[in-house]
Structure formats: structure tokens, C-alpha cells
């Protein structure tokens, strides 16, 4: 497979684990939630919007960062560490800005971050963005190896 050609399945993967990873933090939201009876934000008047919105903005960011991730083959520490990071601080940061123009306090800014950075739903999808990063790079990795797709025993070889 050639170098133009892989680019697109690359693309395609990326945006399927980010897809995958949303699921996967709103179910262990939900089940977080659940289990520690406490909302994902504790603040009644942030609102229905503030939690989407933060994974929102972070699926974006994580999908630039898997698109990195494939094409430049970074080695699995780095991809697991900087994604998770990445998926930390921009978690942080929307809550932090958007808690801000709620409020119209500019002190939410930094208070907003540091009341949750401890928080174990931030945590949680931060770590889940370095899983999804680590199994991309493993997918993808197949893929730039040229491995084939699996096949049943009565497909012949040369169907595409």
C-alpha cells in the first residue's frame, strides 16, 4: 500500500477511536456517576452544556493528536503520556473558560481547573485518551506493516 493511500485509513482510524472514545467516556461517566452518587459537575448553575462541551473540544483535540500519533509513529509511552496530558489540560481548560463566562467571575478561570483536577471523571477520560491512543498506534501500526485483513477460509486471496 502506498504512502497517499494509507493516509485516509489513517484518518478514518483516528476518527473512529475518538468516536469510540466519547462512547466510552460517557458510559463510564454515567456508571461513575452512578456508583459515587455525585454529578460529573458538582456546580448546579454550570448548566447541561458544560460537561458536553469539554468532550466535545477534547475529541477534537484528540483526534489532531491520533492523526499525529499514526503518522508519525511515536513510540507508546510518548503516545500514551502525551495524549492523556493533552486530554487533561483541555478538559481543564474548557471547564475552566466556560465556568468563567457562566459565572461572569473571572476568578473560575484558575478556580474552576484546580477544583478539578483531582476529579475522577477527568481523570478517568484522560486516561481512557491515552488507551484509545495506544490501541490506534497498534492498529495502525498493522496497517503501515502491510498486514492484510483477517480472512475466512473460503475467500480467495485475490478479493479485494
Do not use: H, N
Not at 509513529?73 to 492523556?84: K, L, V, Y
Not at 481543564?92 to 459565572?103: E, K, P
Request: charged share 15%; proline share 6%; glycine share 8%.
Amino acid at each position: 500500500m502506498s504512502e497517499s493511500a494509507a493516509a485516509p485509513r489513517l484518518g478514518l482510524l483516528a476518527a473512529l477511536v475518538t468516536a469510540a472514545w466519547i462512547a466510552v467516556v460517557i458510559a463510564v461517566w454515567g456508571l461513575t456517576s452512578l456508583l459515587l452518587d455525585v454529578d460529573v459537575i458538582r456546580e448546579s448553575d454550570a448548566g447541561p452544556y458544560l460537561g458536553p462541551a469539554m468532550v466535545a473540544v477534547a475529541a477534537a483535540a484528540l483526534f489532531l493528536l491520533l492523526l499525529r500519533v499514526l503518522r508519525t509513529d511515536e513510540r507508546p509511552g510518548i503516545a500514551f503520556f502525551g495524549c492523556t496530558a493533552a486530554v487533561f489540560l483541555v478538559l481543564l481548560a474548557i471547564g475552566g473558560v466556560g465556568y468563567t463566562l457562566i459565572r461572569a467571575e473571572l476568578f473560575w478561570l484558575l478556580g474552576f481547573p484546580l477544583q478539578y483536577a483531582a476529579s475522577p471523571f477527568i481523570v478517568l477520560a484522560a486516561v481512557l485518551a491515552g488507551v484509545a491512543a495506544l490501541l490506534a498506534r497498534s492498529i495502525g501500526g498493522a496497517e503501515k506493516r502491510g498486514a492484510s485483513r483477517p480472512r475466512w477460509p473460503w475467500e480467495s486471496p485475490d478479493d479485494a
